[in-house]
C-alpha cells in the first residue's frame, strides 16, 4: 500500500498540470502545466525501477552483501528519465522564447487573444 | 521513516504544484515550480536515483527556474484577470 | 495492371483509349469545311443584346465560387466554425477528451 | 567501398549522415553560400541513393536488423537474455517504404528551398534543421525500440516547431508553431507514459520482444489508448487535427511539403503500435472500428471545411487531413478483416490501397504545396481572392498543380486514383456506406481544386510576373515525375514495394521473428 503512494502522487500530478493546460490562458502559465505533467511523468518512470530495500545502481563502493543485480534498483528507467529531464528543458525553452515571439507580435500572452489562424 | 518521507514529499510536491498553478503573479508561481522540482529531486534521492536527483536539481529546478524568469522579465509578470 | 479483389486497373489501357479518341476526334474535325475562319459575329456570346463586359469584370473571385453550396449547408457551416475556435485550449481539451472516448469505447466493447 | 559493408551498415548510417551533416551545416555556412548549397544537396542525394540502396535488398526479402552498441552490430539480440537493453534498428520493407518516401520528399523540399529561401535570413539554420527532421523521420521509421521512437518523436517535434516559425517576422507564424509544440509535447508525453506502462509490466522495450511478450491486459489498453490517441493526433486526424491547418499554412512551403512527411511518420508509427506490436490476434477489431471512424470523420470534415477556405495553403492542410482519412479508412478497414480470418485476402488489400495511399499523398501533397510556395514566391500572398491569371505567365507551375490536383483528386491515369479504388472495393467488403463517403470526397477534393485552380491560374492577366527559377522547377519535376511514374504502373509499385509493406506490417510473427529468432 505504502509503495503506491508514489503512483497516487503522479496521477494528481498529471491532473493538476493538464488542468493548467486546459483551463489556464496564459501562455506561460501552460508552460508551467506542461512543466508539471513532465516531472510526473518522470516520477512515475523512476517509481517503477524502484526496489523494495534495492540500493542505488552504482558499483563502487557497494555495500558488502548486495546481490548483483537483484539487490540494485533497475538503472534503465533511470537513463529514460535523464533523457527525458533534458528533451523536456529544450522544450521548455522552445515554449518560453515562442512565447516571448508571441508577446513581442500580439502586445499579449492571453491564448484568447492569440488566435488570428481559426477556422 | 521512509513512509513517513513518502508521504510528507508526496504532500509537498502536491501542494507546490496546485500553489505553481493558482497564483496570478507569474514570478511566485515560477519559484513555486522550483520549489516542486527540488521536492522532485529529493524524491528521486529517496527512490535510490542519485544521478537522476543531480539531474533533476540542476537542469529541472535552476535551468527550468531561469528560463521562466527571463521570459516573465521579457513579457508581463501578471496573468490577464478574467473579466 | 493493378489487380484488386474485384477486377483489374491498367492506366497503359486507358491512355491508349484517350490516344484513340483523340485521333477519331481530329479525323471528324478535318472532315469540316476548311475555308472557316472564326471570324465575324457569330463567335460572340448572344446576352439578349447586352455588349459583353470586358474580361476583367467576369473573372469570379475565390470568395464566391460555390456560393450557393455554402449557403445551403449553412447550418453545417456555422457549427464547423464554432468548433474551429483556434484557442489552444480547446485543441488540448479536444485531445484529451477524444482520449477519454476512445479509452471508454475499447473498455465498453469488454463488458457487451 | 565494399558494397556488402556499405549494405549491413546502411541502417545505421542512414539516421548518422544526416545528424553529422546537420552539426557539420553551420560550419559549411561560414564557408561560402555556394558550397553551402551543394554540401546541402550532395547530403540529401547520398541519402536517397543510401536509402534507396537498402530498399532494394530489404524488398528482396531481407529484413536488416542492426544492434547499437553490439561487438557484432548484425547479431539480433538473443531470446534467452533477460533483458535485452540494447537499442535495435529493424528495417523490414514497411519501415524503409516510409523512409524512401521521407528521403524523397526531402530532397525535392530540399533542391526547392535553393532558390525560395534566396532572400530570408538564417539559411544555414534552416539547412540544418531540414536534416535534422530527416533524421527524426528516418530515426522514427527505422527503430526497433519504443524509447527510441519516443527521443526522435521529440527530434522530429522540435525541428518542425524551429522552421514552422522560420518567419518569425509575421506574428502567425509564430502563434502556429506555438499551437504544434505545445500540443505535440503533450502526445509526445502520453507516449512516454504509455511507453513506462509498457516498461511497468514486462521489462521490456524493444518492440519485437515486447511484442511477443505482451498479454492485453488492463495497463496494456490504457497503454493502447494513449499511443493511438497519441499518434492519430501527431497525423491530425479529426477530431484532433485543429493544429494541422496553422501549422501548416504558416510554414515555408518547402517545410509543408516535409511536415507532410512528418505527419506520415507519425502515422506509420500508429500502425506499427497497432499491427506488430499489438498484434490483430488480441481483438484488435475494436481499434479497427476506432480508425475507420477517425478515417470517416477526416475525410469528411477535412474536404467541406477546405471548401469555403480562401488561404491556399490552409485549403491544401485541410485536403491533407481529408486524405489521411483515406489512409486510415484503408488501414483500418485492414485492421478490421484481418481480425476475421475468412475475409483476410480483402484485409490484405484494403491496407495495400492504405499504405499505397501513403506514398502517393506524400508525393502530390508536396508537389500541390511546392506550387503553393511558387505562387506566394511570386505575389507574396496567399489569399486566393487577390490571385488570378497567374497561367498566362506561370506555364510550367500550371502544368504541376493540375497534375498534383489530378492526382488528389483521384482522376484516371493518376496514382491518386489507384490507391483509392483498392480502398474503395475493400471498404465495399465492410459497407457499402463507407465506399460512397469515399466518393463523394473524392468528388469534393476535385471540386476544390477547380476552385483553386480557377481562382489562382485562370482569367485574365493581372500580375505581370515571371516564372519561378528554375531549381523551384526542378524540385516540383522530381515529385512529378514520382506521379506519372507511379500513375503508369501501378501494378508494378503494389507487387513489388506495397505489397511487402503490406505484409511485413501484417505479419507480426515474421515482426518478433526477425529480432529474438525462433
Not at chain 1, 497516487?8 to 498529471?14: A, E, G, H, K, R
Given at each position: 500500500m505504502i509503495y503506491s503512494i508514489p503512483f497516487?502522487?503522479?496521477?494528481?500530478?498529471?491532473l493538476v498540470g493538464m488542468y493548467a493546460m486546459i483551463f489556464r490562458r496564459n501562455l506561460i502559465k501552460m508552460a508551467i502545466g506542461l512543466t508539471i505533467v513532465e516531472s510526473a511523468v518522470n516520477l512515475f518512470l523512476v517509481t517503477l525501477g524502484y526496489r523494495e530495500g534495492g540500493v542505488a545502481p552504482i558499483y563502487t563502493n557497494l555495500p558488502s552483501g548486495i546481490k548483483i543485480p537483484e539487490g540494485m534498483v533497475l538503472p534503465v528507467p533511470q537513463a529514460l528519465t535523464l533523457t527525458s529531464i533534458v528533451i523536456g528543458v529544450a522544450i521548455l525553452a522552445l515554449m518560453l522564447s515562442l512565447s516571448i515571439m508571441i508577446y513581442r507580435h500580439y502586445g499579449t500572452l492571453d491564448s484568447k487573444k492569440v488566435r488570428r489562424l481559426k477556422e | 521513516m521512509f513512509e513517513i518521507a513518502l508521504i510528507l514529499l508526496s504532500a509537498f510536491m502536491i501542494a507546490s504544484s496546485i500553489i505553481a498553478v493558482w497564483f496570478k503573479d507569474l514570478l511566485a508561481s515560477t519559484i513555486a515550480l522550483a520549489v516542486m522540482s527540488?521536492?522532485?529531486?529529493?524524491?528521486?534521492?529517496?527512490?535510490?536515483?542519485?544521478?537522476?536527483?543531480?539531474?533533476?536539481?540542476?537542469?529541472?529546478?535552476?535551468?527550468?527556474?531561469?528560463?521562466?524568469?527571463i521570459a516573465i522579465k521579457n513579457t508581463e509578470r501578471m496573468e490577464e484577470v478574467e473579466e | 495492371m493493378l489487380r484488386t479483389t474485384g477486377g483489374y486497373w491498367d492506366p497503359v489501357l486507358w491512355i491508349i483509349a484517350f490516344i484513340v479518341i483523340a485521333i477519331v476526334a481530329?479525323?471528324?474535325?478535318?472532315?469540316?469545311?476548311?475555308?472557316?475562319?472564326?471570324?465575324?459575329?457569330?463567335?460572340?456570346?448572344?446576352?439578349?443584346?447586352?455588349e459583353e463586359p470586358e474580361k476583367e469584370m467576369v473573372h469570379i473571385r475565390a470568395g464566391n465560387i460555390y456560393w450557393g453550396f455554402m449557403e445551403s449547408m449553412k447550418g453545417y457551416y456555422s457549427t464547423m466554425m464554432k468548433i474551429h475556435t483556434g484557442l489552444v485550449n480547446d485543441y488540448i481539451s479536444w485531445f484529451v477528451g477524444i482520449s477519454a472516448l476512445l479509452f471508454i469505447f475499447i473498455f465498453l466493447v469488454e463488458v457487451i | 567501398m565494399n558494397t556488402d559493408w556499405l549494405l549491413q551498415h546502411s541502417p545505421a548510417l542512414i539516421i548518422a549522415l544526416p545528424l553529422l551533416a546537420a552539426f557539420l551545416m553551420p560550419v559549411v555556412d561560414r564557408i561560402s553560400r555556394k558550397a553551402r548549397n551543394v554540401f546541402a544537396i550532395i547530403v540529401l542525394i547520398v541519402e536517397e541513393?543510401?536509402?534507396?540502396?537498402?530498399?532494394?535488398?530489404?524488398?528482396?526479402?531481407?529484413?536488416?536488423?542492426y544492434t547499437m552498441g553490439a561487438a557484432n552490430p548484425l547479431t539480433t539480440v538473443p531470446a534467452q537474455a533477460a533483458v535485452p537493453i540494447r537499442i535495435v534498428l529493424e528495417v523490414d520493407a514497411m519501415g524503409i517504404f516510409m523512409a524512401m518516401i521521407s528521403a524523397t520528399v526531402c530532397l525535392a523540399a530540399g533542391i526547392y528551398s535553393l532558390a525560395f529561401i534566396e532572400e530570408e535570413k538564417g539559411k544555414g539554420k534552416y539547412y540544418t534543421l531540414l536534416l535534422l527532421i530527416l533524421v527524426g523521420m528516418l530515426g522514427m521509421e527505422l527503430t526497433g525500440d519504443m524509447f527510441n521512437l519516443f527521443v526522435f518523436l521529440e527530434v522530429l517535434t522540435i525541428a518542425c516547431t524551429a522552421l514552422i516559425a522560420y518567419r518569425s517576422n509575421t506574428g502567425d507564424a509564430v502563434e502556429g508553431a506555438f499551437k504544434f509544440l505545445i500540443i505535440s509535447s503533450i502526445a509526445a508525453l502520453f507516449v512516454l507514459f504509455a511507453i513506462a506502462l509498457l516498461y511497468a509490466q514486462y521489462d521490456l522495450l524493444n518492440m519485437a520482444a515486447l511484442a511477443s511478450a505482451i498479454q492485453y491486459s488492463n495497463l496494456d489498453k490504457i497503454a493502447l489508448v494513449l499511443l493511438v490517441a497519441a499518434f492519430a493526433m501527431k497525423c491530425g486526424s479529426v477530431p484532433m487535427h485543429f493544429w494541422t491547418p496553422d501549422a501548416y499554412s504558416v510554414a515555408p512551403a518547402s517545410i509543408t511539403a516535409i511536415l507532410v512527411a512528418a505527419s506520415q511518420a507519425s502515422l506509420y508509427a500508429l500502425f506499427r503500435v497497432c499491427f506488430s506490436l499489438y498484434g490483430v490476434t488480441l481483438n484488435l477489431s475494436t481499434i479497427g472500428g476506432a480508425l475507420i471512424i477517425f478515417g470517416l470523420l477526416s475525410m469528411f470534415v477535412?474536404?467541406?471545411?477546405?471548401?469555403?477556405?480562401?488561404d491556399i495553403k490552409r485549403l491544401m492542410a485541410y485536403h491533407a487531413i481529408s486524405q489521411t482519412g483515406y489512409m486510415l479508412l484503408g488501414v483500418g478497414v485492414g485492421l478490421y478483416l484481418l481480425a476475421k480470418p475468412e475475409f483476410s485476402t480483402y484485409g490484405i488489400k484494403a491496407m495495400e490501397g492504405g499504405i499505397f495511399h501513403i506514398i502517393n499523398h506524400a508525393m502530390y501533397k508536396g508537389l500541390l504545396f511546392l506550387t503553393s510556395g511558387a505562387i506566394f514566391y511570386r505575389l507574396k500572398t496567399r489569399n486566393l481572392n487577390e490571385m488570378g491569371g497567374l497561367g498566362h505567365s506561370m506555364k510550367w507551375t500550371a502544368i504541376f498543380f493540375i497534375i498534383g490536383a489530378l492526382a488528389i483528386a483521384g482522376i484516371p491515369p493518376f496514382n491518386g486514383f489507384a490507391s483509392k479504388l483498392l480502398i474503395y472495393e475493400a471498404a465495399y467488403k465492410v459497407s457499402p456506406i463507407l465506399s460512397i463517403i469515399a466518393m463523394l470526397v473524392s468528388i469534393l477534393t476535385l471540386a476544390s481544386f477547380v476552385k483553386v485552380f480557377h481562382s489562382a491560374f485562370m482569367g485574365p492577366k493581372i500580375y505581370d510576373v515571371e516564372e519561378v527559377p528554375k531549381s523551384m522547377l526542378a524540385g516540383m519535376a522530381v515529385l512529378t515525375f514520382v506521379i506519372i511514374l507511379f500513375g503508369l504502373f501501378p501494378g508494378w509499385v503494389v507487387g513489388n514495394i506495397v505489397h511487402p509493406a503490406a505484409q511485413a506490417l501484417a505479419d507480426q510473427a515474421a515482426y518478433i521473428q526477425a529480432v529474438i529468432g525462433g
Open positions: 497516487y502522487t503522479v496521477i494528481i500530478l498529471i | 527540488l521536492i522532485l529531486s529529493l524524491y528521486f534521492y529517496m527512490l535510490h536515483a542519485p544521478d537522476v536527483a543531480i539531474a533533476e536539481a540542476g537542469v529541472g529546478a535552476c535551468i527550468t527556474t531561469a528560463l521562466l524568469v | 481530329y479525323i471528324i474535325r478535318a472532315m469540316g469545311r476548311g475555308d472557316y475562319s472564326g471570324k465575324g459575329e457569330q463567335t460572340k456570346p448572344y446576352i439578349s443584346g447586352v | 541513393i543510401l536509402v534507396l540502396f537498402l530498399a532494394y535488398d530489404v524488398f528482396g526479402g531481407n529484413p536488416h536488423i477535412g474536404v467541406t471545411m477546405a471548401l469555403p477556405q480562401k
